[in-house]
Nanobody, 126 residues
Framework: QLHLVESGGGSLQPGGSLRLSCTAS????????WGWFRQAPGKEREGVAT????????DYANSVNGRFIISQDTAKATVYLEMNSLKPEDTAMYYC???????????????????WGQGTQVTVSS
């Protein structure tokens, strides 16, 4: 059973940067589709970014493209989300998710992710 723990959330002003981490335990050396999602109060969950362990292919939501970077460190079983030029509309609970066994060309925010973390809050306000 894969267990995911997010960290790195916090409160900051617009224009700032933050890096979220997602560390996996129970991780096996296998192909994974990793994703970051977010959900703001009263809004639907949004897929922010995905990365595949096999070919490092990434996919981003239009709302964060050019500002956020998803990456992974396989040796540390950790996935990162570097967030730059943060805006108030980026305020949300951010969740990490994993989908084992997904081919690289099927890895996207629309992938069915069976494993989820508990989330870390990001608040952007002046």
């Amino acid at each position: 059973q894969l267990h995911l723990v997010e960290s790195g959330g916090g409160s900051l002003q617009p224009g700032g940067s933050l890096r979220l981490s997602c560390t996996a335990s129970g991780y096996t050396d296998w192909r994974y589709c990793w994703g970051w999602f977010r959900q703001a109060p009263g809004k639907e969950r949004e897929g922010v970014a995905t990365v595949h362990s096999d070919r490092q292919r990434t996919d981003y939501a239009n709302s964060v493209n050019g500002r956020f970077i998803i990456s992974q460190d396989t040796a540390k079983a950790t996935v990162y989300l570097e967030m730059n030029s943060l805006k108030p509309e980026d305020t949300a609970m951010y969740y990490c998710a994993a989908a084992p066994g997904v081919p690289w060309n099927r890895c996207s925010p629309r992938t069915d992710f069976p494993f989820w973390g508990q989330g870390t809050q990001v608040t952007v306000s002046s």
